[in-house]
């Protein structure tokens, strides 16, 4: 008979979110630097530090490593990148302000619909725990 109590979708979603709080603090930093001359725009190695994340919940080993940051709830770190697809401007910096608020727009959108879905997910499981409708 299947755990419940601990449902890996319940995980994953969580694991997700989390994924999400760091590359929202990887574009807000991108964008505090959108003057910075020299700057290079950074990116969360997102699809990277999913599969990460879920193989160290199958008792994979997480990467370590220059240019990463800790996830608390997944116990491990998640690659950050220099941002290749931004165009160099005179002063060197490569943050584009409308590509990063597009990409701040679209993972809040994400981690918003995540949000919604883990909710849903622990509600039911509350309803099967207390045997209500």
């Given at each position: 008979?299947?755990?419940?109590?601990?449902?890996?979708?319940?995980?994953?979603?969580?694991?997700?979110?989390?994924?999400?709080?760091?590359?929202?603090?990887?574009?807000?930093?991108?964008?505090?630097?959108?003057?910075?001359?020299?700057?290079?725009a950074r990116?969360?190695?997102?699809?990277?530090?999913?599969?990460?994340?879920?193989?160290?919940?199958?008792?994979?080993?997480?990467?370590?490593?220059?240019?990463?940051?800790?996830?608390?709830?997944?116990?491990?770190?998640?690659?950050?990148?220099?941002?290749?697809?931004?165009?160099?401007?005179?002063?060197?910096?490569?943050?584009?302000?409308?590509?990063?608020?597009?990409?701040?727009?679209?993972?809040?959108?994400?981690?918003?619909?995540?949000?919604r879905i883990?909710?849903?997910?622990?509600?039911?499981?509350?309803?099967?725990?207390?045997?209500?409708?």
């Amino acid at each position: 008979m299947p755990n419940i109590l601990f449902d890996p979708t319940i995980e994953g979603l969580a694991r997700t979110l989390t994924l999400h709080q760091q590359r929202h603090a990887v574009l807000a930093s991108n964008l505090a630097n959108v003057e910075t001359p020299g700057y290079r725009a950074r990116e969360l190695d997102f699809q990277d530090a999913l599969r990460q994340a879920f193989e160290s919940a199958e008792g994979g080993t997480p990467r370590e490593g220059r240019g990463t940051i800790q996830l608390e709830s997944t116990g491990h770190e998640a690659m950050v990148v220099e941002d290749k697809t931004a165009p160099r401007r005179a002063d060197g910096n490569t943050v584009d302000l409308d590509m990063q608020m597009a990409k701040l727009n679209a993972n809040g959108t994400s981690y918003l619909a995540l949000a919604r879905i883990l909710g849903r997910r622990v509600a039911l499981l509350r309803q099967a725990i207390d045997g209500t409708r």
